[in-house]
Each structure stands twice: as C-alpha cells, then as structure tokens.
C-alpha cells in the first residue's frame, strides 16, 4: 500500500485518473503502487488544472508523497 496526501485550502473531493471516488483534500489516501493523475472536483478554481504522472512507490503513512494546490482569487 502507498500513501498520498492532496493539499488544499479547504476539503475538496479528490480525482485520481479521471475517476472521482471517496477521496479527500488534507487527508492521507491509500492508493496500490503506480503511477496516477490527480485533479480537483470542480469548481475548476485552483491551480495547477492537473498533476501528471505521479509515482507512488516506497512512501509511508508517516511520509506520503504531497501534492499541492492553490486556491485562485477572482480579481
């Protein structure tokens, strides 16, 4: 098992390769080792769009990979 944890300014659900599922933004995932894409659910507000590619491998509940998104302001 490997772990992931998507942060953001606040809890959003989690896409992992374009299938929408019982993720968390701010939480510890649980994923099988491989190599995925993750995205936000809408609204699209937030930054970057999409991270490709990521390769869980050889993480620990204790030091998960760590994906980051901002928030965008409307001006």
């Known amino acids: 098992m490997e772990?992931?944890?998507?942060?953001?300014d606040e809890d959003r659900g989690v896409?992992?390769?374009?299938?929408?599922?019982?993720?968390?933004?701010?939480?510890i995932l649980m994923l099988e080792a491989g190599t995925y894409d993750i995205s936000l659910a809408p609204p699209s507000d937030y930054a970057p769009?999409?991270?490709t590619g990521?390769?869980?491998d050889n993480t620990?509940?204790?030091?998960p990979c760590e994906i980051?998104?901002?928030?965008?302001t409307q001006s």
Do not use: D
């Open 15 to 27: 896409i992992v390769n374009s299938a929408p599922g019982a993720w968390m933004t701010n939480q």
């Open 60 to 63: 620990t509940v204790l030091q």
């Open 49 to 51: 769009p999409g991270v």
């Open 68 to 72: 980051y998104f901002s928030k965008i």
């Open 3 to 8: 772990y992931l944890i998507v942060w953001f």
């Open 54 to 56: 990521i390769q869980l």
